[in-house]
């Protein structure tokens, strides 16, 4: 069973920077993709950033981080990163790692992920 445990979230001021990390364990973390998502209150989740198993780490995302945020592997440590730069108010959400439960090169839905954290918690003031 695949186990994934997010850390890294807070209470930040906007402009400010925060990296998540996700710890995954239960099978071998480089033959799969990864991603990032984030539910705010009321609202959807939706997805912020997906990263392959390949050795390029071939990356995609969500129009609305695109330049402030980056996704990384190192699977070395079976962790996934989020690295959030320029955080803004609307950036406030419960941050989830997922993982897929097929070898998708770069899924990037929420039903393409079968494999879900607990979530951590993002708060930026403005």
């Known amino acids: 069973q695949v186990q994934l445990v997010e850390s890294g979230g807070g209470l930040v001021q906007a402009g400010d920077s925060l990296r998540l990390s996700c710890v995954a364990s239960?099978?071998?973390?480089?033959?799969?993709?990864m991603g990032w998502f984030r539910q705010a209150p009321g609202k959807e989740r939706k997805f912020v950033a997906s990263i392959s198993w390949l050795g390029n780490g071939v990356a995609d995302y969500a129009d609305s981080v695109k330049g402030r945020f980056t996704i990384s592997r190192d699977n070395s440590k079976n962790t996934l990163y989020l690295q959030m730069n320029s955080l803004r108010p609307d950036d406030t959400a419960v941050y989830y790692c997922?993982?897929?439960?097929?070898?998708?090169?770069?899924?990037?839905?929420?039903?393409?992920?079968?494999?879900w954290g607990q979530g951590t918690q993002v708060t930026v003031s403005s």
């Open positions: 239960g099978r071998t973390f480089s033959d799969y993709a």
């Open positions: 997922a993982a897929p439960l097929a070898r998708i090169p770069l899924p990037t839905s929420t039903s393409q992920f079968d494999y």
